[in-house]
Nanobody
């Protein structure tokens, strides 16, 4: 059974840090491009960061550049998002995505709330 399970969300004060994880199972995740998205209720889902299968190509949304770091451990089938200097506008549900051609898997999301 294909699964992407996010964890690590929670409540943090502005300026704080969180590390999100996404555990993949049921498919060969090491071949997939992996992405983090986020969504605020009533708004479109936003692409936050992308990492290719080998981890050598990484892209970030302008809104998180210099604050967020995406990484992956293919031996553990796990994707990470290190989030530093968090701001209230980073509050959202964060989703993990795996993409290979037309095959597209999604996790159920983890809530990040930045509030003081």
């Amino acid at each position: 059974q294909v699964q992407l399970v996010e964890s690590g969300g929670g409540l943090v004060q502005p300026g704080g840090s969180l590390r999100l994880s996404c555990a993949a199972s049921g498919f060969a995740a090491n071949f997939y491009v992996m992405k983090w998205y986020r969504q605020v209720p009533g708004k479109e889902r936003e692409l936050v960061a992308t990492i290719n299968s080998a981890g050598g190509s990484i892209k970030y949304a302008d809104s998180v550049k210099g604050r967020f770091t995406i990484s992956r451990d293919n031996a553990k089938n796990t994707l990470y998002l290190q989030m530093n200097n968090l701001k209230p506008e980073d509050t959202a549900v964060y989703y993990c995505n795996a993409l290979l051609g037309i095959v597209d898997y999604w996790g159920k999301g983890t809530l990040v709330t930045v509030s003081g």
